[in-house]
Nanobody, 116 residues
Framework: QVQLVETGGGLVQAGGSLRLSCAASGSIFSIKAMGWYRQAPGKQRELVADVTSSSSTNYADSVKGRFTISRDNAENTVYLQMNSLKPEDTAVYYC??????????WGQGTQVTVSS
């Protein structure tokens, strides 16, 4: 089992920045990739960005150039630096961890609201 705790959401004006953190605990040795997803009201959950254990990253087109995902293996934490935020970035952001035995774990979610 992997437990994930997200912090860092909040309310920000358009053009502002936020940094999300996700701390992993439990069977962290089994994690092969971690990422951030988001879900806006009435929409499906979508991938924002992910990073593998070898630090290979992947971003949704809508956030490329604005968001940066990073991983601190020593602290078992993944970060999402979000710059130039737009109202359409408003959503609940969820941390995800995928393990080598094909299990997926989710955090409780953190609200990000961008006002225009």
């Amino acid at each position: 089992q992997v437990q994930l705790v997200e912090t860092g959401g909040g309310l920000v004006q358009a053009g502002g920045s936020l940094r999300l953190s996700c701390a992993a605990s439990g069977s962290i040795f089994s994690i092969k990739a971690m990422g951030w997803y988001r879900q806006a009201p009435g929409k499906q959950r979508e991938l924002v960005a992910d990073v593998t254990s070898s630090s290979s990253t992947n971003y949704a087109d809508s956030v490329k150039g604005r968001f940066t995902i990073s991983r601190d293996n020593a602290e078992n934490t993944v970060y999402l630096q979000m710059n130039s935020l737009k109202p359409e970035d408003t959503a609940v952001y969820y941390c995800n961890a995928d393990t080598v035995d094909l299990l997926g774990f989710w955090g409780q979610g953190t609200q990000v609201t961008v006002s225009s």
